[in-house]
């Protein structure tokens, strides 16, 4: 097998440490193999590494001066800029400085910059409120261009930093961005969406593969926690509306929020952490939700919602209010039975 080469340094800073906690349930018996296998080489990750104290300072000195090239810089956690603006609210262990200036002089040198989780992407839950702390992405605020970096920042390697957004973000999008950098032909930067997210999980919505698929289409709703059916009308699921493919890749190979009976809170969208209303509702106008399907009309989906309503099978509408399937699909008679 061949050596690693592609270098990848891990830090943390504002952030809740959920997205390496995510990254420690990828879906395989051997993590470490995984990524030897992918060609990448874990130079130091603060809780999967034995280094600390100087042997981290000399290995971020090895970068800095180029003796060890850095091909990735991952950042988990937003960056805090307070106070005012001199980022000493965070202070890397042992070197008393801002972690924010060390991830301007490695951004400097990196070859790609990647923004692991919604935080180090768009600020994210660290961000919210009266944001006290000023954090912000590395290169957004919230859905503005712009973060530490600024939004004309591009790596080495001429892309702007790569945002594998999520709260926390899958392990999956995680190890597949690096193992595709990795690779020769790298990532382009056509292969980004709108808001610099790998396209291969962004171009899907949660709502893809989601087992409550039936009861959306007969807008069969569940009204309390625990019920089956679709939680878009009254338990506040975004899902129609969330770039991510949580229902198809799914997360320890078996679970995602809704298959866990919890709305989709649409986590890997800049500003998720301030709907303006409890996680668990849908807010409505004249009884409509008003966060409807990006790409669809508000009055095509009321009619065709008026239309499925009436159109819903005795089954689907009981299950939708129930914590178990109390009526099953009836047996049709083939030629074979
Ligand atoms: S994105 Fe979410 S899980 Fe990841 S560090 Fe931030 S708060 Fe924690
Ligand atoms: S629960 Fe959410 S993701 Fe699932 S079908 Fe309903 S709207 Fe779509």
Sequence with gaps: MREPAF??????????GGCSMSLLCADTSDFRGQ?????INLLWHPSLSLETGQDVQQLMADCLSGKTVLHALCLEGSVLRGPEGTGRFHLLAGTQEPMMTWVQRLSAVAKHVLAIGSCAAFGGITAGGSNPTDACGLQYEGDQAG???????????GLPVINIAGCPTHPGWVIETLAALAQEQGLQAEQLDGLNRPR???????????????????KASAEAPGDLGC????????????????NVRLWNGEGSCIRGG??????????????????????KVAGIPIGLPTDMHKAWFVALASLSKSATPKRVKLNATSSHIVVAPVIKKTRLS
């Excluded at 990524?35 to 060609?39: E, H, P, S, V």
């Excluded at 171009?203 to 007969?218: A, M, P, Q, S, W």
């Excluded at 009254?234 to 493919?245: L, M, S």
């Design 7 to 16: 270098n990848v340094l891990w830090l943390q800073s504002g952030g809740c």
């Design 35 to 39: 990524l030897r296998q992918a060609g």
């Design 147 to 157: 973060g530490l970096l600024g939004s004309n920042w591009r790596s080495a390697a």
């Design 200 to 218: 291969f999980y962004s171009d899907k919505l949660v709502h893809h593969g989601c087992t409550r698929n039936e009861y959306y289409e007969y």
């Design 231 to 246: 939680m878009m009308e009254n338990r506040g699921c975004k899902g129609t509306q969330a770039h991510a493919d949580c």
């Design 262 to 283: 919890y709305a989709c809170i649409s986590c890997t969208e800049p500003g998720f952490e301030e709907p303006g209303h409890r996680f668990d509702q849908t807010p």
